[in-house]
């Protein structure tokens, strides 16, 4: 899986996801598991976990941009692709079988620290007996890997699907997509899918409030932040193309528009109607981005500095004025733009800082 930033240019839809590989591995997989569940579940010691009232909340039948997938009973063997689903099935007490690997921004075991710590609590910590099994999503999405655990649903929830790879995973198990734009998909709306198909709608909806209140404690104590009209973007200075800005279809500017920030007209402006996530512009009308903050990722220090030198760049009013914020840690860029009820708390006593020193700047 490529980085969370700009994967594809000049689409409406992220394209993280590169050939699913050989098709006759794939159906060769896939026919074993179609074998496997046609006498019935297959045990499991990483189940579900949901209280057996739960189950009567079955068929459950969600909606999605390839039709609808119906549910028939509680899943107890569930699988994940992409970001945010397995986050999402962790936050509320269900252990995956199987998930991705984080390939970017993640740590030494292709994890997360958010991540880490819930398996932890739930006595599933990656190298204990209940650890969920990782797969590799570097060439795309593994489904040999996924069809050996013999799931009973897969979740994608916040995921870039295509048409094509749908009726693949669904050869194997019920899929939940993502219900409209690729990788468009809120962390409220996810966990709210999510618990759905798992049987857990009243822990999903705990889970949104208790999140939003916990981002609304941390956010009250950087007061500066309020109102400021910002930009988040990808500012590349060794790159002709040179600027893209996310629109208010990215959860980047979903999450700061929610703790009280204003998406910069000019983003708004150029991006009514668009279904893209991202759009590019033109390093030579770079001061045309007026707004209070911009913030980007780097990849390191020395990038941040040739930002601020560059003569094209350094002309992007925000900058100028002392209020870019760039960071460089992958992992804090994970969190905020694969943005789940697990990855937002974790980000907040470190970004929230980083949005405030660039706030003081404002004038």
């Given at each position: 899986?490529?980085?969370?930033?700009?994967?594809?240019?000049?689409?409406?839809?992220?394209?993280?996801?590169?050939?699913?590989?050989?098709?006759?591995?794939v159906?060769?997989?896939?026919?074993?598991?179609?074998?496997?569940?046609?006498?019935?579940?297959?045990s499991?010691?990483?189940?579900a976990?949901?209280?057996?009232?739960?189950?009567?909340?079955?068929?459950?039948?969600?909606?999605?941009?390839?039709?609808?997938?119906?549910i028939?009973?509680?899943?107890?063997?569930?699988?994940?692709?992409?970001?945010?689903?397995?986050?999402?099935?962790?936050?509320?007490?269900?252990?995956?079988?199987?998930?991705?690997?984080?390939?970017?921004?993640?740590?030494?075991?292709?994890?997360?620290?958010?991540?880490?710590?819930?398996?932890?609590d739930?006595?599933?910590?990656?190298?204990?007996?209940?650890a969920?099994?990782?797969?590799?999503?570097?060439?795309?999405?593994?489904?040999t890997?996924?069809a050996k655990l013999?799931?009973?649903?897969?979740?994608?929830?916040?995921?870039?699907?295509?048409?094509?790879?749908y009726?693949?995973?669904?050869?194997?198990?019920?899929?939940?997509?993502?219900?409209?734009?690729?990788?468009?998909?809120?962390?409220?709306?996810?966990?709210s899918?999510?618990?759905?198909?798992?049987?857990?709608?009243?822990?999903?909806?705990?889970?949104?409030?208790?999140?939003?209140?916990?981002?609304?404690?941390?956010?009250?104590?950087?007061?500066?932040?309020?109102?400021?009209?910002?930009?988040?973007g990808?500012?590349?200075?060794?790159?002709a193309?040179?600027?893209?800005?996310?629109?208010?279809?990215?959860?980047r500017?979903?999450?700061?528009?929610?703790?009280?920030m204003t998406?910069?007209?000019?983003?708004?402006?150029?991006?009514?109607?668009?279904?893209?996530?991202?759009?590019?512009?033109?390093?030579?009308k770079?001061?045309?981005?007026?707004s209070?903050i911009?913030?980007?990722?780097?990849?390191?220090?020395?990038?941040?500095?040739?930002?601020k030198s560059?003569?094209?760049?350094?002309?992007?009013?925000?900058?100028?004025?002392?209020?870019?914020?760039?960071?460089?840690?992958?992992t804090?860029?994970?969190?905020?733009?694969?943005?789940?009820?697990?990855?937002l708390?974790?980000?907040?006593?470190?970004?929230?800082?980083?949005?405030?020193?660039?706030?003081?700047?404002?004038?």
């Amino acid at each position: 899986m490529t980085s969370p930033l700009f994967p594809g240019r000049n689409t409406s839809r992220r394209t993280p996801f590169k050939s699913a590989g050989k098709a006759t591995a794939v159906l060769a997989a896939a026919a074993l598991t179609l074998s496997a569940c046609s006498t019935g579940p297959a045990s499991s010691t990483t189940g579900a976990g949901a209280s057996s009232s739960s189950s009567s909340q079955f068929p459950v039948t969600i909606d999605h941009v390839y039709g609808e997938t119906t549910i028939e009973k509680q899943p107890t063997r569930v699988a994940t692709v992409s970001w945010v689903n397995d986050d999402v099935a962790i936050a509320l007490g269900v252990v995956p079988v199987g998930l991705p690997k984080n390939e970017w921004g993640g740590n030494e075991q292709g994890s997360t620290p958010w991540k880490d710590a819930a398996l932890e609590d739930l006595g599933a910590g990656f190298g204990s007996d209940k650890a969920p099994v990782q797969y590799s999503e570097a060439d795309g999405i593994n489904f040999t890997e996924i069809a050996k655990l013999t799931p009973d649903v897969i979740l994608a929830a916040y995921s870039g699907l295509t048409e094509e790879d749908y009726k693949k995973l669904n050869e194997i198990a019920p899929v939940v997509a993502h219900p409209e734009l690729a990788y468009g998909t809120s962390w409220q709306d996810s966990t709210s899918i999510i618990g759905k198909a798992l049987g857990k709608d009243t822990e999903a909806a705990k889970l949104i409030s208790d999140t939003e209140a916990t981002i609304k404690e941390k956010v009250a104590e950087y007061p500066q932040i309020a109102g400021k009209s910002f930009i988040y973007g990808n500012l590349e200075p060794a790159s002709a193309d040179g600027v893209n800005v996310y629109t208010a279809n990215d959860n980047r500017p979903r999450f700061l528009s929610g703790i009280g920030m204003t998406l910069a007209p000019v983003v708004e402006d150029n991006s009514k109607g668009s279904q893209k996530f991202f759009i590019p512009w033109s390093a030579e009308k770079a001061n045309e981005l007026e707004s209070d903050i911009f913030i980007t990722w780097v990849p390191d220090a020395a990038t941040k500095d040739s930002i601020k030198s560059n003569p094209l760049l350094g002309q992007i009013p925000a900058i100028k004025k002392g209020a870019l914020v760039a960071d460089s840690d992958n992992t804090l860029t994970l969190s905020i733009s694969a943005s789940s009820p697990l990855s937002l708390p974790w980000s907040l006593d470190t970004f929230l800082p980083q949005l405030a020193t660039a706030a003081d700047a404002v004038k």
